[in-house]
Antibody, heavy 123, light 108 residues
Framework: EVQLVESGGGLVQPGRSLRLSCAAS????????MHWVRQAPGKGLEWVSG????????GYADSVKGRFTISRDNAKNSLYLQMNSLRAEDTALYYC????????????????WGQGTLVTVSS | EIVMTQSPATLSVSPGERATLSCRAS??????LAWYQQKPGQAPRLLIY???TRATGIPARFSGSGSGTEFTLTISSLQSEDFAVYYC??????????FGPGTKVDIK
């Protein structure tokens, strides 16, 4: 059974940093690209960032480019999101999501999602 | 960036009736279009990818159609568990991957 478990969320002041983690199990982690998708309270879904199976290809939404860094550790079956210079508009539930495409051809859609970790940016 | 729009914002349907949801892309995304269902307090669930292929375990009452810029998700006979928010998402040209704003299907 595929499981994605996010952690690291919490209340943080504007301008501070936070690091999210996603522990993956139930599939061969290093075969798949992975993504972070967020959802502000009562709002829709927003893709934040994605990383290929070998970290060779990385992409970001313009809203987080230069502030957030995605990474992965295939030996630990883990995905990370380092979030710096946080803003109030980054307040959201952050989901870790598995890409449905295998190997070098990331599909860009998401067949498994975690339950999310809540990040609240407020003074 | 490809902008996705969905209509209507809210669709009120009686159980057993058909629901038709629309999604439009600001430029062609070929068939690289997915649909997700999200219930309150839950993560989204992949329903359809490739515009018309049902994901694993998705009931046959869900069907997707379209290509290019116009897409439709049809739920042939709404069950109580189908009342939720539905999002379309393009993955033809990224980054960024982009979602539509969602259509809420509620009980009439």
């Amino acid at each position: 059974e595929v499981q994605l478990v996010e952690s690291g969320g919490g209340l943080v002041q504007p301008g501070r940093s936070l690091r999210l983690s996603c522990a993956a199990s139930g599939f061969t982690f290093d075969d798949y690209a992975m993504h972070w998708v967020r959802q502000a309270p009562g709002k829709g879904l927003e893709w934040v960032s994605g990383i290929s199976w070998n970290s060779g290809s990385i992409g970001y939404a313009d809203s987080v480019k230069g502030r957030f860094t995605i990474s992965r550790d295939n030996a630990k079956n883990s995905l990370y999101l380092q979030m710096n210079s946080l803003r109030a508009e980054d307040t959201a539930l952050y989901y870790c999501a598995k890409d449905s495409g295998m190997g070098i051809a990331a599909a860009g859609n998401f067949d498994y999602w975690g339950q999310g970790t809540l990040v609240t940016v407020s003074s | 960036e490809i902008v996705m729009t969905q209509s209507p914002a809210t669709l009120s349907v009686s159980p057993g009736e058909r629901a038709t949801l629309s999604c439009r892309a600001s430029q062609s995304v070929s068939s690289n279009l997915a649909w997700y269902q999200q219930k309150p307090g839950q993560a989204p669930r992949l329903l359809i990818y490739g515009a018309s292929t049902r994901a694993t375990g998705i009931p046959a009452r869900f069907s997707g159609s379209g290509s290019g810029t116009e897409f439709t998700l049809t739920i042939s006979s709404l069950q109580s568990e189908d009342f939720a928010v539905y999002y379309c998402q393009q993955y033809n040209n990224w980054p960024p991957l982009t979602f539509g704003p969602g259509t809420k299907v509620d009980i009439k």
